[in-house]
């Protein structure tokens, strides 16, 4: 090869370098979302102790959003605490004080909704989705167990466009309350057993924290009422193969006395969902 073959060579080398390095850089994606709208969608139910501070940690949050709050019958005071708010809110006010006695609770982004008679989880989510107006869903229950904070990193792959579907796993590694052994035998049982049945590989099927595009639940009735609803939408998700995501976040469990609900039945009623919602809708 000459000095001049080489010299084009060269050239045409560093073009294909700099093309590729370009290529590389680009970071516009045509499925990405600009400042989308969340609809977190709040679950609630005899939570009187912990439902101001999870609002004031979700209002906390720098996203545009809208805050769906579904009361499934409290029989605590949670639901007076809630019609309180609403009242306050439909008169135009801008906060309502906190019954915990800390900061009064921002009234704008919220919106409320009341069940009755008492139903379930899966059904007040049901009712949450129905009244949701973002382009991204997300699910935050009214404990203390799921931490806001971690919004950013649940909400990235969808808003970059990389994903339909994002569930915040408990078990990759990130900060938590050491909690009950055989609850996370459990979880990773029920877990292992979704994943067989969907061709998943998911870490952590009974998530609290599910966020999705809006679209991806158009297509989706969901019938549990109670917390069949996490093996259900998995494998409703898995049939329709939309892009799943799972990220690391952090996790505070309670204890029974704390106010923790979930049971070993419904354990058996999950295991239920998955054979039932394999073979059929």
Same mark, same amino acid.
């Given at each position: 090869?000459?000095?001049?073959?080489?010299?084009?060579?060269?050239?045409?080398?560093?073009?294909?370098?700099?093309?590729?390095?370009?290529?590389?850089?680009?970071?516009?994606?045509?499925a990405? !979302?600009?400042n989308?709208k969340?609809s977190? @969608?709040?679950? @609630?139910?005899?939570e009187?102790?912990?439902?101001?501070?999870?609002?004031?940690?979700?209002?906390?949050t720098?996203?545009?959003?809208?805050?769906?709050i579904?009361d499934d019958?409290?029989?605590?005071?949670t639901?007076?605490?809630?019609?309180?708010?609403?009242?306050?809110?439909?008169?135009?006010e801008?906060?309502?004080p906190a019954q915990?006695?800390?900061?009064?609770?921002?009234?704008?982004d919220?919106?409320?909704?009341f069940?009755?008679?008492?139903?379930g989880?899966g059904?007040?989510?049901r009712?949450g989705?129905?009244?949701a107006?973002?382009e991204?869903?997300?699910?935050q229950?009214?404990? !203390?167990?799921?931490?806001?904070?971690?919004?950013?990193?649940?909400?990235?792959?969808?808003?970059?466009?990389?994903?339909?579907v994002?569930y915040?796993?408990?078990?990759? *590694?990130?900060?938590?309350?050491?909690?009950?052994?055989?609850?996370? @035998?459990?979880?990773?049982?029920? +877990? !292992?057993l979704s994943?067989?049945?969907?061709n998943?590989?998911?870490?952590?099927?009974? +998530?609290?924290?599910?966020?999705?595009?809006r679209?991806?639940?158009? *297509?989706?009735d969901?019938?549990?009422n109670?917390f069949?609803?996490?093996?259900?939408?998995?494998?409703?998700?898995?049939?329709h193969?939309?892009?799943?995501?799972?990220v690391?976040?952090?996790y505070?469990?309670?204890?029974?006395?704390e106010?923790k609900?979930?049971?070993?039945k419904?354990? @058996?009623?999950?295991?239920w969902?998955i054979?039932?919602?394999?073979f059929?809708?």
């Amino acid at each position: 090869m000459d000095s001049a073959e080489y010299c084009a060579f060269t050239r045409y080398g560093l073009h294909r370098y700099n093309l590729s390095t370009s290529m590389a850089r680009q970071r516009h994606n045509p499925a990405a !979302l600009d400042n989308p709208k969340i609809s977190v @969608v709040i679950p @609630v139910y005899n939570e009187k102790s912990t439902i101001d501070e999870i609002l004031r940690r979700v209002l906390d949050t720098e996203i545009r959003k809208e805050v769906i709050i579904v009361d499934d019958c409290s029989t605590d005071g949670t639901r007076q605490i809630l019609e309180n708010m609403a009242a306050r809110q439909a008169n135009g006010e801008a906060t309502a004080p906190a019954q915990d006695g800390n900061d009064a609770i921002e009234l704008r982004d919220l919106r409320f909704f009341f069940q009755t008679p008492n139903q379930g989880k899966g059904a007040a989510l049901r009712r949450g989705f129905a009244q949701a107006t973002g382009e991204i869903v997300l699910v935050q229950d009214a404990d !203390l167990e799921y931490d806001p904070r971690d919004y950013a990193v649940l909400l990235e792959p969808l808003i970059e466009g990389r994903a339909d579907v994002v569930y915040g796993s408990r078990f990759l *590694g990130g900060p938590q309350r050491v909690h009950y052994f055989w609850h996370y @035998v459990a979880n990773k049982l029920l +877990t !292992l057993l979704s994943d067989i049945s969907t061709n998943l590989k998911l870490t952590d099927m009974e +998530t609290c924290y599910k966020v999705f595009r809006r679209e991806v639940l158009k *297509g989706i009735d969901i019938k549990s009422n109670r917390f069949g609803f996490e093996p259900e939408i998995t494998a409703k998700i898995a049939k329709h193969r939309w892009r799943i995501y799972e990220v690391p976040i952090s996790y505070a469990g309670r204890t029974y006395e704390e106010g923790k609900k979930i049971t070993w039945k419904d354990g @058996v009623q999950a295991l239920w969902c998955i054979v039932r919602y394999k073979f059929g809708d």
